[in-house]
């Protein structure tokens, strides 16, 4: 489904087509190909020092580690992420071997807006929460 956001001036086509839906089609199964290229675009994203501390929890639908995922959200997101094709959670690596691996937060932030825009770009959505 497109839902274009409707914009003061036009801006990029992944940025306008992004939205986060709850309602989810648990039929569908995201590929090893498409989980592979989100990665990917997370692995791409700018980072303070080139540091890259983002890092990403993956269960696919069906897995333990889906299940595990789901396990943390509080209720209202189990309602609706239950039917998703994939969970991840979002980490980061907050000392590597030089120390303190500074603006950690911020990498992760940049690498999950990479993830959710090659979402976009691979016909799929994502939607971000907290809520644990």
Known sequence: M???A???????????ERWSP???????SVTSDQVRALLEAARWAPSFGNTQPARYLVGLRGTPSF??????????NQAWARRAS???IGVMVTTNAKGS????????????????????ELGLVAHQMAGF
């Open 86 to 88: 994939l969970l991840l």
């Open 6 to 16: 409707v914009t003061s001036v036009p801006i990029a086509a992944l940025m306008a």
């Open 101 to 120: 691996v500074p603006y950690a937060e911020y990498g992760l932030g940049l690498a999950s807006e990479n993830l959710v825009l090659q979402a976009v």
């Open 2 to 4: 497109r839902k274009p």
């Open 67 to 76: 299940d595990a995922i789901l396990s943390t959200l509080n209720s209202g």
């Open 22 to 28: 709850r309602a989810l089609d648990s039929s569908f």
